[in-house]
């Protein structure tokens, strides 16, 4: 880690403030793979500063560049480019021009970030879809059934049971293993929360779990024992799962991993735990809660 920093450090060493854009994405894609970005994100951000470069007279030099131009460019992509340009993809490119700019000034390439003083256009997404308490039990029942027939089936209740109990991500169900779940208090089970990723170390976390839980989890232990994988499936078996429940318990909703997080959350909510308990339990920072807070008593306010 320190060698490709020092890499990254004199690669940028080479950067002057009279270069123009094109040459120097490069190393910033560098420094953005090391930052631990994924492809998507790195070829997003690499391709809307490539449209400001684009925009801009020919080689206009880094040093050159004022925060005039950068909103000038952002009022022509949405109102004179002729391409469509959603409130998603406006916010993610000013994201990005901003990452750009501030990583210059941070190595000292430029003493003016012309991109600080841009108004950054965040984007609400739609209210989330959450199960009611009626349709949170008719799911438990529906996967207690797959649990008791014939064909027993133990993965639909260990599934959606740690999902509405804990509230994790899909990602983050995918990357459990038996080794995440810490019997040593048997009167106070954790699941552990991990990423590999120093960038998402913050959302690493301990998140309590029922007996109830445990219970259900030994019968699913016996009947698919693995010591790598909480479950070995694929991602789009694991949402086949859920689509099942979903219909053997008769919702008209698309029961989902999002939908689990989000009923999770609303339940823990209306239950009086306190918001910042609410944010750890989720992963989520602080910047990210205030719209899930948002989004939260919106959800409360529309169950009341």
């Known amino acids: 880690a320190a060698m490709r920093l020092a890499q990254i450090t004199e690669s940028v060493s080479h950067i002057t403030p009279n270069m123009p854009i094109e040459p120097v994405v490069n190393t910033w894609r560098y420094y953005m793979d090391d930052q631990g970005k994924s492809p998507h994100t790195v070829k997003a951000f690499i391709a809307d500063v490539l449209m400001l470069a684009s925009f801009l007279p020919p080689d206009r030099p880094l040093g050159d560049i004022s925060t005039h131009e ?3 460019f952002l009022d022509w992509m949405q109102k004179a480019r002729g391409v469509p340009c959603s409130p998603k993809t406006l916010s993610r490119r000013i994201t990005s021009i901003k990452s750009f700019f501030r990583w210059l000034h941070q190595y000292g390439v430029i003493l003016i970030d012309p991109a600080e003083r841009v108004v950054q256009q965040s984007v609400i997404s739609p209210l989330p879809q959450v199960l009611t308490p009626e349709e949170v039990e008719a799911v438990m029942e529906a996967a207690k059934r797959y649990q008791t027939r014939q064909q027993s089936d ?25 080794n995440h779940i810490d019997l040593d208090n048997p ?30 989890y030994r019968k699913y232990q016996a009947q698919f024992p693995s010591s790598e994988r909480l479950f070995p499936w694929s991602q789009r078996r694991l949402e086949y799962l859920l689509e099942d429940l979903g219909t053997e318990a008769g919702l008209n909703k698309h029961l989902s991993f999002d939908m689990c997080r989000w009923t999770c959350a609303l339940s823990d909510w209306q239950s009086g735990m306190e918001a910042n308990k609410i944010r750890q339990k989720l992963g989520v920072s602080k910047i990210q809660w205030r719209e899930v807070k948002m989004k939260l008593e919106q959800l409360a306010g529309g169950a009341a």
Do not use: D, M
């Open 187 to 216: 009167e106070e089970p954790i699941l552990f929360v991990r990423y590999a990723s120093p960038q998402h170390r913050y959302k690493e976390r301990k998140i309590p779990i029922s007996a109830s839980w445990i219970e259900v």
């Open 154 to 178: 133990t993965r639909y209740l260990a599934l959606v049971q740690l999902l509405l109990e804990t509230g994790i991500k899909k990602s983050e169900c995918l990357a459990l293993s038996p």
């Open 70 to 72: 950068i909103n000038n």
